[in-house]
């Protein structure tokens, strides 16, 4: 049963690298191409990679922040296991990319978009990293079976490069198929897999035979 919840982890792994690796990718060509980064008060441009700094900075910041929440819920005992952390990680990071359709409208419409539509999708995305990415690792070492723990790290990490793969080729059908529709793609299928995983969560604790947190 466990090794079975290792496999249902995996793939949702798997979906939630793709789309989170669009920050490094497709985002940061967005960032480069279609985002207004002159600030006017400075009389200069941001470099398009600046953009990539906000992930660490908030994770800094917001860290923390996460952690105490979870502890919270937890001593309310209300939902804190690592799978629902996971689910409710992809959900907002898929909800980042809400903002990032309404800045691909607005880049058809006046040529740029705001960069203050790329700072709320890294924020979301930051913070749907915080709630999953850190209890990920230790969940499915939890899950392994003492025998088979570093074959299980093995599909762990082959997740990780598969998720990066897949977030490649995402990037490539950007052009044939525009930025607008792979972002209202990826949000549909984050937060259909997260609420999948919600709606099936007691299922799924039961697979762990009391492995959590």
């Not at 804190?80 to 990071?93: D, L, P, R, V």
């Not at 359709?101 to 419409?109: C, D, G, L, T």
Request: aromatic share 14%; hydrophobic share 50%; proline share 2%.
């Amino acid at each position: 049963d466990r090794v079975k919840l290792i496999l249902i982890s995996s793939l949702i792994l798997v979906i939630f690298w793709a789309s989170f690796e669009q920050a490094g990718g497709l985002l940061n060509i967005f960032a480069y191409e279609k985002t207004n980064r002159y600030l006017s008060f400075l009389n200069t441009e941001i470099p398009a990679s600046w953009f990539q700094s906000i992930n660490p900075l908030l994770i800094i910041v917001l860290g923390y922040s996460v952690s105490v929440f979870w502890m919270y819920l937890k001593k309310r005992g209300m939902l804190a296991t690592s799978i629902f952390k996971i689910s409710i990680g992809i959900i907002i990071m898929g909800l980042g990319f809400i903002f990032m359709i309404f800045a691909s409208i607005e880049s058809e419409i006046y040529g740029k978009s705001s960069m203050y539509w790329l700072f709320l999708a890294y924020l979301f995305f930051t913070i749907g990293e915080l709630c999953a990415s850190p209890v990920i690792l230790s969940y499915i070492t939890k899950l392994s079976p003492e025998k088979l723990t570093a074959s299980i790290m093995g599909i762990y990490f082959a997740t990780i490069g598969l998720g990066n793969k897949l977030a490649g080729v995402i990037g490539q059908y950007s052009q044939a198929l525009g930025e607008k529709l792979i972002f209202t793609g990826i949000t549909l299928i984050c937060v259909f897999v997260g609420g999948l995983v919600i709606m099936f969560h007691k299922r799924l604790i039961k697979l762990s035979h009391g492995v959590d947190d």
